[in-house]
């Protein structure tokens, strides 16, 4: 049977639930923007941040939003990349998606700076040794390069160019994913990172939170304008679901089985994973909400074979992914701050500031709201992506997007 | 152009003389002076020809915490309320060693190494070292990031959470900036010890020795050959500026 050609459409009209669903955002966005601007006005002493954590709730949101972002381009890279035609279709969304998420999560890091007004001296002054100045450069890039991979895609004429600009854009995502990583891989002085594994694992992780984003989207655009989604993309994306998930538990676990086997590192590993010394939040949410929720059910939603057969779970394990890596975040980014710097191995410590002890971190209203702004945004920037260029499929029967399907 | 530039020197030379003998009047009696060769003029660069380290000896220090206070009073840092977001730029430490009970108290502060973390990451290069050893951060590029506090190894780092008031003149510090001990660079660059090192000495105590490490003839660097000194944390390779006799 022959393949029917895919048709890209933009959402025609502007139906009342979408012109909602864009003020909602906006409006989600604008609270996340004032809620900056109020941090920045009162001082970061209204958010929950303080000498001892001093990365807070709108990095674990921020960081969460990169990585995806990275993760989500993936679907373009399998098409592009590795020829698989049947994710052909889901490539220009793939791109805006990662867009999108990249936009929202930069946006959030930049607002918690404490003088955002001073972005522009990352230009005018720059130290090209500190990852967060490659990383400037790494977003930015990403940006340029998936726009232009867009570009490929969409225009007939620049079709030819598409793999190669998606080879370019996959190794570049894989750098971007690597630098983001390490910019707690290479913090030698706190025991919790100073590890090279970070580099591999958020890529790993990238994959599944950027897909599990994706599907969500997918899932919403396809049941808003009512555009058929297929059973075959469906399961296949499932199946990634599954295997990514399972990547990143694999590195995780090895992230913890090393630092078990290393004496130096068994304070730490107590204090993430059975609460001992003040670490009982973490422990909670790296069982729980990591491994539990976010790792070991959508695993076995997926090779049970329930997700394949039921929308609803595929896309609760999709959600489950997200929790899991929000949770992933906070134990990594909070929990590694929390954890006391180790000055005198085999001594107690104490002082005036908190040495020796567990930081102390009640994430604020303020810090929260800027973290679901920078979210708001990337969603924000899809819905409106999607209506006014043609990123989505009309179609993605099982007839259109595999040649050999026969009903 | 020659006999102008001799007389410029000669300028030069009375001035840090007279400086430095200001500043001998103005010491109490016991100070070590650093000698009239350290002081700086405000317009001559910073060379790598000295090292400005301190050397802590723990057996001499004891639970007062003078050197904080004096540090405190000198930059201006004052109590904002909330000890979790006030920022300290030098504090005591105890250190307690589990098997042997023994106690170790000291000062911590910014530990000015050679190759600090805090400069590394900075994106802007805000967090810098000077020539002569001593790790700053600039206040007009800091851009608040707080990478350079994840980084530090010795947690020496303050971040501004609220407006700052009732600044002293040298030391500027500002709401959304990072910031932490400059070994009292205002000092040092007019021939005077940190006002930590003042402070201890002061009391009697003379737990801490600030000085030359390149100079082979100073107090510090005499002492470091005849008794050592130990870096905390010297497994980082840091090659820390200040050093600790008793850890």
């Not at chain 1, 001093?54 to 989500?72: D, N, Q």
Request: glycine share 10%.
């Amino acid at each position: 049977m022959a393949k029917t050609k895919v048709k890209y459409l933009a959402v025609e009209g502007l139906p009342k639930g979408y012109l909602l669903l864009l003020g909602v955002l906006g409006l989600s966005t604008l609270i996340g923007v004032l809620s900056a601007h109020h941090m920045e006005t009162e001082g970061h002493i209204i958010t929950g941040m303080n000498n001892q954590i001093v990365w807070g709730l709108p990095h674990v949101f921020a960081v969460f939003l990169i990585v995806a972002a990275s993760g989500a381009l993936n679907i373009a890279s399998i098409s592009s990349v590795f020829k698989r035609p049947i994710y052909k279709p889901l490539a220009r969304l793939s791109g805006v998606v990662a867009i999108a998420l990249l936009v929202g999560g930069v946006m959030v890091l930049v607002l918690d700076l404490g003088r955002p007004d001073r972005l522009l001296v990352t230009i005018t002054h720059v130290n090209p040794k500190s990852i967060f100045t490659w990383n400037i450069v790494l977003y930015s890039g990403f940006i340029g390069v998936v726009v232009v991979y867009l570009w490929m895609m969409m225009e007939r004429k620049m079709n030819a160019y598409s793999r190669p600009v998606g080879i370019a854009a996959f190794i570049w995502r894989l750098v971007l994913t690597t630098g983001t990583g390490s910019i707690f891989g290479f913090l030698v002085a706190r025991q919790g990172y100073d590890a090279a594994i970070y580099a591999p694992m958020f890529i790993v992780m990238s994959f599944a939170y950027g897909l599990a984003v994706f599907i969500l989207i997918l899932f919403a655009a396809y049941k808003a304008t009512n555009r058929e989604l297929g059973d075959k993309v469906v399961q296949r994306l499932a199946a990634l679901l599954g295997i990514f998930s399972t990547g990143a538990l694999f590195f995780v676990a090895v992230y913890h089985l090393t630092n078990l086997y290393a004496t130096e590192h068994h304070g730490w590993d107590a204090f993430v994973l059975l609460g001992r010394n003040g670490g009982g939040v973490y422990a909670t949410v790296f069982w729980l909400v990591q491994v539990i929720l976010g790792s070991l059910v959508p695993i076995a939603l997926v090779f049970s074979g329930l997700a394949h057969q039921s929308r609803k779970l595929l896309g609760l394990a999709a959600a489950l992914v997200i929790l899991g890596g929000f949770g992933q975040m906070y134990v990594t980014i909070i929990g590694g701050q929390a954890y006391p710097l180790v000055l005198f191995p085999g001594s107690e410590i104490t002082s005036s500031f908190f040495d020796g002890v567990a930081g102390s971190y009640s994430p604020s209203i303020w810090e929260f709201l800027l973290g679901l702004g920078g979210f708001s945004l990337a969603l924000a920037i899809v819905a409106f992506a999607v209506k006014i260029l043609p990123f989505l499929p009309e179609s993605l029967a099982d007839s259109v997007v595999d040649p050999h399907h026969s009903d | 152009m020659s006999s102008n530039n001799d007389s410029k020197r000669s300028r030069r030379t009375f001035l840090k003389g007279t400086a430095a003998v200001a500043t001998g009047l103005a010491l109490a009696p016991g100070v070590r002076l650093l000698g009239v060769a350290q002081a700086k003029a405000d317009d001559e660069a910073v060379t790598g020809a000295v090292r400005w380290g301190l050397l802590i000896d723990t057996a001499k220090c004891s639970d007062c915490d003078v050197c904080v206070e004096a540090c405190h009073a000198e930059n201006g840092v004052k109590d904002q309320g909330d000890p979790e977001t006030t920022p300290q730029w030098i504090r005591k430490l105890m250190a307690k060693d589990k098997m042997t009970g023994h106690v170790v108290t000291l000062p911590m502060m910014c530990q000015h190494c050679e190759h600090p973390p805090c400069v590394d990451v900075c994106p802007t290069g805000a967090s810098f070292r000077r020539a002569d050893g001593i790790v700053l951060v600039d206040r007009h590029i800091c851009i608040g990031c707080r990478y350079c506090m994840m980084a530090c190894p010795y947690k020496a780092r303050s971040f501004e959470h609220v407006d700052v008031t009732d600044q002293a003149p040298h030391a500027p510090r500002g709401k959304g900036t990072v910031e932490s001990c400059t070994m009292c660079v205002h000092r040092v660059d007019k021939g005077r010890e940190p006002a930590c090192v003042e402070a201890c000495n002061s009391t009697g105590q003379g737990a801490m020795v600030f000085g030359d490490l390149k100079d082979s003839t100073s107090s510090i660097s005499m002492a470091l050959a005849e008794h050592g000194g130990k870096q905390i944390r010297a497994d980082l390779g840091l090659n820390t500026g200040v050093r600790y006799r008793g850890i």
